[in-house]
């Protein structure tokens, strides 16, 4: 999957979990808590949803870390090129 | 009963009921614990912690079944245990470690081989019993609070006075075992009355622990009470939720009240180990005094408690922050309340400067605005809560939010997610301050 498939995926499960919340655009440097205003919960959401979406999950320390909506999508790359290895 | 600690809990319920669940918890199936097998595994992994030689324990919690049995474990050994909270970043662990004497992890094996060049010989003297835990909150200036296994034992022996389980019964535990609170009232407070605890499978399942487990007593935190509320998580069971560590929304409340669950609140601190008031009756908010404690109101307002047996030592390697917080036997808690006409005690706001999150984490402001300051080059700034989410208050212009976001960035990468600043408000006029330059966070408005 390309990073551009794993953007739109995400993009989608964002949308469909947190519609209200929602910008009009989604950037890479897109700041998950401040822009898009998911609280810690609602990001819970978003990761899981998108874990079993990807079919890949993201180690629960990383969590915590993850920023802005690139990073996200960079996380999902990396654990997809690991799983595939 | 009341327990004197881990160890005679354990013997009483193995003699009393060995065949009744203790832990119930899932590894790759659900799996039953019984008091008996509990003991029998924990007095195993004692001794080999006996032999050991180790000394001080710092346990990366996951809430899984291993840990619970370690924690016991090591502090049957006579280790000093200390609670770390796992997903702290990686600079606070690592001071916290040198800090709390630490010579050995329990975790993470990824995470314990990068901290392990932090670990260090152990501490000097009496530590046995010693169960510490860091203040809730991820800040430099954290302290570890000194409990032990009395402490913590009278804590559930007080909550189980006031709110009894029946051996029958089922508590859910999802909160992180690294919390006072959810150590008490989430572990504790079951396997005190002999009730099994449900070890929650983390948080991928914090949708469906409960119908997985089918719990009928629930430890929680505002934030998460929302998040069952909102994605249907709740069981038809369950029909008491015990809140702490937050103010709770009334909608909140009234949603899990329309499900004929029973809530009550809980109000404590880390240094109390956990609750000394919980609410028993209709009314969450109005709250009846633990047993072993007593509540004194200073002539502000402020709560001050004595707790004799659930008082912390102190915290640790800090005898001048301990003997500013502990004053004449009272500790100086910094919450205001007040009481009814009935004498039970309503929680009204808070002296001291933290801001506590919906999640029971809290924002030591002090700190956290001065670093706010630093990289905006401005001390005319102040965070406020605006929807339980914490707002930076500013002087200024709003064409100036995508400037003012850049230079906290790198600030706020350092604080987990929930700590962060979610929204910028500028005001035309100075920030309103007492005559001392004190910033009057009740007067500003950010909606």
């Known amino acids: 999957m390309t990073r551009e498939e794993v953007s739109e995926k995400i993009k989608k499960i964002i949308f469909d979990s947190v519609p209200d919340r929602v910008p009009e655009v989604i950037a890479d440097d897109t700041v998950v808590n401040n822009d898009m205003a998911i609280d810690s919960m609602g990001f819970i959401l978003v990761i899981c949803r998108c874990e079993a979406e990807l079919g890949v999950k993201i180690p629960e320390r990383k969590w915590q870390k993850l920023s802005t909506f690139g990073e996200v999508v960079d996380e999902f790359m990396l654990q997809l090129k690991k799983a595939n290895k | ?447």
Request: glycine share 10%; aromatic share 8%.
């Open chain 2, 1 to 447: 009963m009341r327990f004197s600690g881990f160890q005679e809990l354990l013997e009483h319920y193995a003699a009393v009921s060995p065949d009744a669940p203790a832990l119930i918890y899932e590894d790759r199936e659900k799996k039953v614990c019984s008091f008996s097998a509990l003991k029998k595994l924990v007095a195993e992994k004692a001794d080999a912690f006996r032999s050991s030689g180790k000394r001080c324990i710092g346990i990366l919690s996951d809430g899984s079944f291993d840990c619970v049995v370690t924690i016991l474990a090591a502090n049957i050994a006579g280790l000093q245990v200390v609670m770390l909270d796992a997903f702290s970043p990686s600079s606070t662990l690592k001071g916290s470690i040198p800090y709390a004497d630490i010579d050995c992890l329990w975790g993470d094996e990824e995470l314990c081989e990068e901290l392990s060049p932090f670990l260090t010989v152990g501490p000097g003297g009496n530590y046995a019993d010693r169960v510490l835990f860091f203040t809730s909150g991820t800040t430099s200036s954290s302290k570890a609070v000194v409990l032990t296994g009395q402490s913590l034992m009278s804590s559930a022996w007080n909550g189980s006075q006031k709110l009894p389980l029946d051996p029958s019964d089922i508590l859910l535990c999802m909160l992180p075992l690294g919390h006072v609170f959810g150590f008490v009232c989430g572990l504790l407070w079951g396997l005190s009355c002999g009730a099994a605890v449900a070890l929650g499978r983390g948080t991928r399942h914090y949708m469906d622990d409960c119908r997985y487990y089918q719990p009928t007593a629930l430890s929680a935190v505002p934030s998460l009470l929302g998040f069952l509320l909102a994605h249907e998580g709740l069981n038809e069971s369950l029909r008491l939720i015990l809140i702490g560590a937050g103010d709770c929304p009334a909608d909140l409340l009234s949603a899990v009240q329309a499900r004929n669950i029973r809530v009550s609140f809980g109000y404590g601190l880390t240094e109390t180990s956990s609750g000394v008031a919980i609410s028993t009756k209709g009314d969450p908010f109005a709250m009846e005094i633990c047993p072993d404690d007593e509540i004194i109101l200073a002539p502000d307002g402020e709560i001050l408690i004595k707790a004799p047996t659930c008082m912390m030592q102190g915290y640790y390697k800090m005898p001048e922050a301990t003997a500013e917080a502990i004053r004449g036997g009272l500790l100086y808690s910094g919450d205001l309340g007040r009481f009814d006409d009935d004498g039970l005690l309503h929680i009204t706001g808070r002296k001291k400067d933290v801001l506590v999150l919906p999640s029971g984490t809290k924002i030591f402001l002090p700190e956290f605005e001065s670093r706010l300051a630093a990289a905006l080059g401005t001390t005319e700034l102040a965070v406020v809560l605006k929807d339980g989410r914490p707002m930076l208050v500013l002087c200024g212009e709003a064409e100036e939010e995508e400037t003012v976001r850049k230079k906290i960035r790198p600030v706020m990468d350092e604080y987990p997610r929930g700590q962060q600043i979610a929204g910028i408000v500028f005001r035309s006029t100075p920030l309103p301050r007492t005559a001392t330059g004190k910033i009057q966070r009740y007067k500003i408005n950010v909606n």
